[in-house]
Nanobody, 127 residues
Framework: QVQLVESGGGLVQAGGSLRLSCAAS????????MGWFRQAPGKEREFVGA????????TYADSVKGRFTISRDNAKNTVYLQMNSLKPEDTAVYYC????????????????????WGQGTQVTVSS
């Protein structure tokens, strides 16, 4: 079992930066790939990016590639989403999630692969 709590959201001007954190509890955090998703008002939740259980591999949605970076610190049971060059279209509630598999080499991009979710943190980018 993994419990996840996101933090770090807020209001930022276009072009600015934010770093989201996702603090995890549970003995198995280190064995799970972690994903970030977001949901804008009136839209479906969409994949942002994912990081392998070791932190050695990442993947990103095309819409954020080159601007967002995912990292993790397994000693602190925390995964991060560094967001740079933010745009108004990045406005959304951001969620972190833990993959259901253990020590998997995959980086899932579909919601159905993730069993554990945080409550979300709001990010608002003003123009």
């Amino acid at each position: 079992q993994v419990q996840l709590v996101e933090s770090g959201g807020g209001l930022v001007q276009a072009g600015g930066s934010l770093r989201l954190s996702c603090a995890a509890s549970g003995r198995t955090f280190k064995s799970h790939a972690m994903g970030w998703f977001r949901q804008a008002p009136g839209k479906e939740r969409e994949f942002v990016g994912a990081i392998s259980w070791s932190g050695g591999r990442t993947t990103y949605a095309d819409s954020v590639k080159g601007r967002f970076t995912i990292s993790r610190d397994n000693a602190k049971n925390t995964v991060y989403l560094q967001m740079n060059s933010l745009k108004p279209e990045d406005t959304a509630v951001y969620y972190c999630a833990a993959d259901r598999a253990y020590y998997s080499g995959n980086l899932p991009y579909t919601e159905g692969s993730y069993d554990y979710w945080g409550q979300g943190t709001q990010v608002t980018v003003s123009s």
